[in-house]
């Protein structure tokens, strides 16, 4: 099943929000998305859009909660008993007898899996990046990708590490968004370079120097491509939210 109509409306929004066209954009009660436009002077004219949304069409798996943009998936999930390729991949990441979507729709490819599993153990286990930086760039690219499981699954990890409810809502307004240190908003504006032109800025990447490492200034660079990747994966396949998950804070 292709993307429902509100998806499709709200992806026209990530993609004006990407290029700094619209500053920000939220559902109110009534499900009418509302808009922030940026006008000269930087000032917000705020637009109600005719973008009334339906129950029947909401946002895939929770019904306008901000899920995923596929109401099915596309490649399901290996379920037991697995193969010996596909237990290799899945048995250390079960937990009381369930496996994230995430790893089992990957199993359906092992080799593949393999090769993509090595090099997300090493983003999340062994970067040097702190897990809080981490955190603000996944959760940035995702929005921006409207990966919503993305979002979802790293939303309880930014928490646990000091990103507060309301800045979880600001990294959708993004760098410019009141509150952020100068820090957060420089780490948020590398995400938003890198999506909207896979190149960070002289002026991005020297405030980022100030305190990186060559190394970090590298992870960072390759985090953001990473969980690219991850919404385009998870997006295009189908994958479904797992119990409890909350998405995007529309």
């Not at 990530?14 to 500053?23: E, G």
């Not at 937990?95 to 995430?102: F, M, P, R, Y």
């Not at 600001?170 to 948020?188: C, F, H, K």
């Not at 991850?230 to 995007?248: D, I, K, R």
Request: hydrophobic share 40%; net charge negative; charged share 20%.
């Amino acid at each position: 099943m292709g993307p429902n109509k509100r998806n499709i409306e709200v992806n026209r929004l990530i993609f004006l929000a990407s290029h700094r066209i619209v500053n920000h954009f939220r559902q109110d009660k009534f499900g009418v998305l509302i808009m922030g436009i940026r006008t000269i002077g930087n000032k917000l004219l705020f637009l109600l859009c005719a973008l009334i949304v339906l129950p029947t069409l909401g946002y895939a798996q929770s019904n306008r909660d901000g899920g995923p943009p596929l109401d099915s998936e596309r490649i399901p999930r290996v379920e037991k008993p697995w193969s010996v390729a596909e237990r290799a991949i899945l048995e250390p990441r079960e937990n009381n007898g369930s496996v994230l979507g995430v790893w089992s729709t990957c199993a359906q490819a092992p080799d593949l899996c393999n090769a993509w599993l090595e090099f997300t153990d090493y983003l999340l286990q062994d970067s040097s990046l702190p897990t809080r930086d981490r955190e603000l760039l996944i959760l940035r690219i995702g929005w921006l990708n409207g990966g919503a499981y993305e979002w979802a699954a790293h939303r309880n990890l930014a928490l646990r590490v000091g990103i507060t409810e309301a800045e979880l809502e600001n990294i959708l307004e993004g760098p410019d968004a009141s509150g952020w240190s100068d820090w957060d908003s420089t780490l948020l504006r590398a995400a938003d370079e890198l999506h909207s032109n896979a190149l960070i800025t002289d002026v991005t990447w020297n405030k980022l120097a100030v305190r990186y490492d060559r190394r970090q200034m590298m992870e960072a660079v390759f985090t953001v491509g990473q969980y690219n990747l991850v919404a385009m994966y998870l997006n295009s396949l189908g994958v479904q939210f797992e119990e409890g998950f909350q998405g995007f804070p529309l």
